[in-house]
């Protein structure tokens, strides 16, 4: 329920704060190009629903999927109904593998430690690369203007 009601409040902003409003706010954000707005509304557009049933059981689009579903004025009835099923597999899949290994869950505990080192060095890594390119991108428009 928390997930459906989560979602539900950043349709909300979407849908209130319309699409110029979220733009200006967009452009006053750090590290935000307008351009990387547009392409996500664009990708909203062409796969509106499947992107709100599949961006559930994706990490940082889960929620953000939600605002361009809200400024698009996607029926709301919808909207929650791929909301509630994509959440519903997504929760399902962790309730189920924690009753599946319940008391063995220590067996996979030591490996689930290195693959969590490894996802936390990959997203520093491609949180850096692309701190940098934006940072190289803003410079090089600032010289070019």
């Excluded at 547009?38 to 599949?54: P, Q, T």
């Excluded at 361009?68 to 791929?82: D, N, Q, S, T």
């Excluded at 996802?119 to 491609?126: D, K, R």
């Amino acid at each position: 329920m928390g997930s459906v009601l989560g979602a539900w409040l950043f349709y909300g902003v979407g849908a209130v704060m319309g699409r110029e409003r979220m733009r200006a706010i967009a452009r006053r954000l750090p590290l935000v190009d307008i351009e990387d707005v547009d392409k996500a509304e664009r990708w909203f557009r062409r796969y509106g629903y499947s992107a709100v049933f599949f961006g559930r059981m994706i990490p940082l689009s889960r929620s953000l999927i939600s605002i361009p579903a809200g400024i698009e004025r996607m029926p709301v009835w919808k909207f929650l109904l791929l909301t509630l099923a994509g959440s519903l597999i997504w929760n399902t899949v962790f309730v189920l593998a924690g009753f599946y290994l319940g008391e063995n869950w220590h067996v996979v505990e030591q490996y689930a430690g290195i693959l969590q080192k490894a996802v936390i060095a990959g997203v520093v890594l491609f949180v850096g690369w692309w701190v940098a390119a934006k940072v190289v991108r803003r410079r090089r428009r600032s010289v070019v203007s």
